[in-house]
């Protein structure tokens, strides 16, 4: 079972700011890492797949990077709708603890 | 439109059962696997599993031990999760999501049902 390292848990930034978070996987898993953006009382929302694949609809100020077991998601000029918890995805299971991203 | 609509809330208490749906509409269901995601309260979210609509083929979280089990009705293009003896550590949200395959090989879960909470106590 590959386990799913992301930090950190949460982070306080302004609107504005560049905000990484990273994952680490027990084994290399190609560029298999998936980020989910999940906001209280919504469902979890697909933000970054294979890595570095934008979904569609997803604003370009999301990026996401890596490849083996180390994985980074950039949120580049922060804004209001941002504020929520992202998750990583090793692809074919678990999800990484999660980011609270707290203005 | 995709669309994965989900069964309301349920409160029951221990050792019941409880059976909740995912309807899938808007593409061909019998194509996609839907999988099964979980938040207790105040926790992160876990995958359970991952069932194949087409011929009900199905991979489970092996910390699960046996519940709960993942079913499909094709017919009604309709995915279960199913509890037979309910415990107070099954109270949580429970999404299901469309598992969508990438020609990389990479799988990710694009969309989601809106979720179902169960409430055991």
């Known amino acids: 079972d590959i386990q799913v390292t992301q930090s950190p848990s949460s982070l306080s930034a302004s609107v504005g700011d560049r905000v990484t978070i990273t994952c680490r996987t027990s084994?290399?898993?190609?560029?298999?890492i998936n980020w989910y953006q999940h906001k209280p009382g919504k469902a979890p929302k697909l933000l970054i797949h294979t890595a570095s694949t934008l979904q569609s609809g997803v604003p370009s100020r999301f990026s996401g990077s890596g490849s083996g077991t180390d994985f980074t998601l950039t949120i580049n000029t922060l804004q209001p709708d941002d504020f929520a918890t992202y998750y990583c995805q090793q692809s074919f299971s678990n999800f990484g603890q999660g980011t609270k991203v707290e203005i | 439109e995709v669309q994965l609509m989900q069964s309301g809330a349920e409160v029951k208490k221990p050792g019941e059962s409880v059976k909740i749906s995912c309807k899938g509409s808007g593409y061909n269901f019998t194509k996609y696997w839907i999988g099964w995601v979980r938040q207790r309260p105040g926790k992160g979210l876990e995958w359970m599993g991952v069932i194949y609509p087409e011929d009900s083929d199905s991979r489970y979280r092996p910390s699960l031990e046996g519940q709960p089990t993942m079913s499909v009705d094709k017919s009604i293009t309709t995915a279960y999760l199913h509890w037979t003896t309910l415990k107070a550590a099954d109270t949580a949200m429970y999404y299901c999501?469309?598992?969508?395959?990438?020609?990389?090989?990479?799988?990710?879960?694009?969309?989601w049902g809106q979720g179902t909470l169960v409430t055991v106590s």
């Open positions: 084994q290399s898993i190609n560029n298999f």
């Open positions: 999501a469309r598992r969508l395959y990438d020609s990389s090989g990479s799988v990710s879960f694009d969309y």
